[in-house]
T-cell receptor, first 113, second 116 residues
Framework: GNSVTQMEGPVTLSEEAFLTINCTYTATGYPSLFWYVQYPGEGLQLLLKATKADDKGSNKGFEATYRKETTSFHLEKGSVQVSDSAVYFCALTFSGGYNKLIFGAGTRLAVHP | DTAVSQTPKYLVTQMGNDKSIKCEQNLGHDTMYWYKQDSKKFLKIMFSYNNKELIINETVPNRFSPKSPDKAHLNLHINSLELGDSAVYFC???????????????FGQGTRLTVV
């Protein structure tokens, strides 16, 4: 079946540190891949996405590259800020799935000054 | 202008009661969803409607019944509430249902349901 595995959190970093959150997936066919972010007390917002192999999604300094050979979509940011503290979800949709999102378990990021 | 709005934001109720959560989107999307987020933050889809037609119905107790009066609204009614129903329920919408298109889903702020 289709599934997403994320690294467990929480991830605790100092401001301006480098961030990597690992995400791997299992899917039939060619899924679309997403990172959503949930700030405290809010709903989910799309952070970035990639729809085919070798695509790089980027937004707000975050990047992730769709790697078909390793079935991965790791999230990176070169220099995190306190305002990046949130829960990050890796997710996929797949052809024939009516656009339903399959989510990873989420990774909580805490950035300290 | 809130794109996807849910009411209420918080709902505290006793076991055995019946309650409804309402959702409205003003994005002109034709597909709406209900997701459940448990206490460990895990998110799972419950239902989806496309143009008022049910297209996704995951393994959910039949105490949960979605209703879509039009494509801008998707409500969730829950009968005979149980302690295990306590969770955050998110409504979402998107345009179309193509899985390969990478269509973004827009989420509401969530309804935190607490059953006591």
């Amino acid at each position: 079946g289709n599934s997403v595995t994320q690294m467990e959190g929480p991830v605790t970093l100092s401001e301006e540190a480098f961030l990597t959150i690992n995400c791997t997936y299992t899917a039939t066919g060619y899924p679309s891949l997403f990172w959503y972010v949930q700030y405290p007390g809010e709903g989910l917002q799309l952070l970035l996405k990639a729809t085919k192999a070798d695509d790089k999604g980027s937004n707000k300094g975050f990047e992730a590259t769709y790697r078909k050979e390793t079935t991965s979509f790791h999230l990176e940011k070169g220099s995190v800020q306190v305002s990046d503290s949130a829960v990050y979800f890796c997710a996929l949709t797949f052809s024939g799935g009516y656009n339903k999102l399959i989510f990873g378990a989420g990774t909580r990021l805490a950035v300290h000054p | 202008d809130t794109a996807v709005s849910q009411t209420p934001k918080y709902l505290v109720t006793q076991m055995g009661n019946d309650k409804s959560i309402k959702c409205e989107q003003n994005l002109g999307h034709d597909t709406m969803y209900w997701y459940k987020q448990d206490s460990k933050k895990f998110l799972k889809i419950m239902f989806s409607y496309n143009n008022k037609e049910l297209i996704i119905n995951e393994t959910v107790p039949n105490r949960f019944s979605p209703k879509s009066p039009d494509k801008a609204h998707l409500n969730l009614h829950i009968n005979s509430l149980e302690l295990g129903d306590s969770a955050v329920y998110f409504c979402a919408s998107s345009q179309g249902t193509g899985g390969r298109s990478g269509t973004e889903a827009f989420f509401g702020q969530g309804t935190r349901l607490t059953v006591v």
